[in-house]
């Protein structure tokens, strides 16, 4: 697993910037069975030779389990992990991490053995009980040297791997004495939540060093795994964000900010006024510019559709434009002209015209809208949730008022128009996002 180090970026050969990161290299685990591969390290020197030579190769942690040497059954007994701890710190300078998890189907004492009496720089600790199934393997694996590999495997279809809290906190307290930090073993996302409830309690101490484990059957799959570095990858060293009520101090801090306060507000308009339009609009041109109710509904769908265009212009303005207000100023004069066009003017190609200018206008500012917060020095997961969770609903309100609001016009004047005329205006508050918008450095 490697994780990225907020480093200063340096020049690559391919023009990219290089990241550092940290490699931790798993020597051997528990997971695999000495009939799936002849190079699984088993024996303490093949254990300790193979640690070296990984930290040569560049590994800066080494993750160490032990075995027994005669037929490579996972062991948690610490002399036997002494035969290959001394040689391995006398030979390289790697971090070394011994594991609490063990083998799946051992009690937590024993798996905690190691990790108490040698006092090591890092121990793994799983974050939460969970299926553990490794049998799929003996569709792949049929035939085994020693008669525990196929009872093992076979076991996982029924043994719970048990990390609860009260063992999760006997590990914590055992070893946080002796100096030891932790390597935490998330296998989904629950685990997460399981750690950010320790770190409430002041059992751990960020920076949190947090292994994102994918693909155990019990666990996180893949699919998921994409989901969770998409949507949760974040640059802050610990996790508080995760399980907790915002308050309205949190709020009012993130929102006295001007660019935050600037877009959300920019954006909440732009969809009240969104919203208006297409509730309306094909009522509108059927009642007061006459045309056909199909044609009028094929005239609307015309916003939605060049959207689609607008945002993927969008994602590449975002990476190529450095003038952040003219990526907001410039849409927000979009939907002025769009928003003010489609009822005053009359003109059929005028209207459709109007229509695409709102159109675009409305989406083309997105991918820049998405970014913008997430480079802002101060901002950490928690409070990008506050930004989104605010701005959803104060827009989701809003496009819930607007229409209703047409609506009631209409039926107390007789016309769209000073219902349009109210949306139209609060939508042209993009315009002074990008004209106030506080210039700032892109971030990498």
């Known amino acids: 697993m490697a994780t990225s180090a907020p480093t200063p970026p340096e020049a690559a050969p391919s023009g990219r910037p290089r990241r550092k990161v940290i490699v931790t290299c798993a020597v051997t685990g528990s997971i695999h069975t000495p009939s799936m591969s002849p190079h699984l390290p088993v024996t303490p020197d093949e254990i300790a030779t193979q640690a070296i030579d990984a930290a040569a190769a560049g590994a800066s942690i080494i993750h160490l389990h032990a075995r ?37 189907r051992m009690p937590v004492a024993e798996r905690m053995r190691p990790a108490v009496e040698f006092a090591p720089e890092v121990a793994s600790l799983n974050m939460g009980s969970m299926n553990f199934g490794l049998f799929p393997m003996l569709r792949r694996y049929k035939t085994f040297k020693h008669a525990w590999e196929r009872e093992a495997l076979e076991a996982s279809r029924s043994n719970v791997f048990q990390n609860s809290f009260e063992d999760i906190e006997n590990i914590l307290r055992a070893c946080s004495g002796n100096g030891t930090r932790f390597e935490f073993e998330c296998y989904d996302t629950s685990h997460l939540y399981n750690l950010s409830y320790f770190l409430d309690e002041a059992l751990v101490q960020p920076p949190l060093f947090i292994q994102t484990v994918f693909g155990i059957f019990g666990g996180i799959g893949f699919c998921g795994a994409f989901s969770w570095k998409l949507f949760r990858r974040a640059r802050s060293t610990h996790i508080q964000e995760a399980a907790s009520i915002f308050t309205l101090r949190e709020v009012w801090e993130v929102f006295r900010d001007r660019t935050i306060f600037l877009l959300v507000v920019g954006d909440a308009l732009v969809f009240v006024n969104y919203a208006a339009v297409t509730s309306w609009l094909p009522t509108f041109l059927h009642e007061f510019r006459g045309m056909a109710l199909d044609q009028a509904g094929y005239v609307t769908g015309l916003l939605p559709a060049v959207g689609i265009f607008a945002v993927l212009l969008g994602g590449f303005l975002a990476l190529r434009v450095k003038n952040r207000r003219l990526l907001f100023l410039a849409p927000g004069v979009m939907v002025a002209i769009g928003g003010f066009g489609i009822f005053l003017l009359r003109d059929p190609l005028a209207i459709n015209l109007s229509i695409l200018a709102l159109g675009f206008g409305t989406w083309v500012y997105q991918p820049a809208l998405l970014t913008l917060p997430m480079q802002l020095p101060w901002m950490t997961p928690r409070k990008i949730t506050v930004v989104w969770g605010a701005s959803l609903t104060i827009a989701g309100f809003g496009m819930f008022i607007s229409p209703v609001v047409v609506g009631a016009s209409r039926d107390l004047f007789g016309t769209f128009v000073p219902g349009f005329s109210i949306w139209a205006i609060f939508g042209c508050a993009l315009i002074f996002t990008g004209v106030f918008l506080p210039k700032q450095k892109r971030s990498h």
């Open 68 to 104: 027994m040497a005669d037929d490579g059954r996972p062991t948690q007994d610490p002399e036997v992990f002494r035969q290959f701890l001394p040689r391995i710190k006398q030979s390289c300078n790697a971090v070394v991490n011994i594991t609490t998890g063990g083998a799946p």
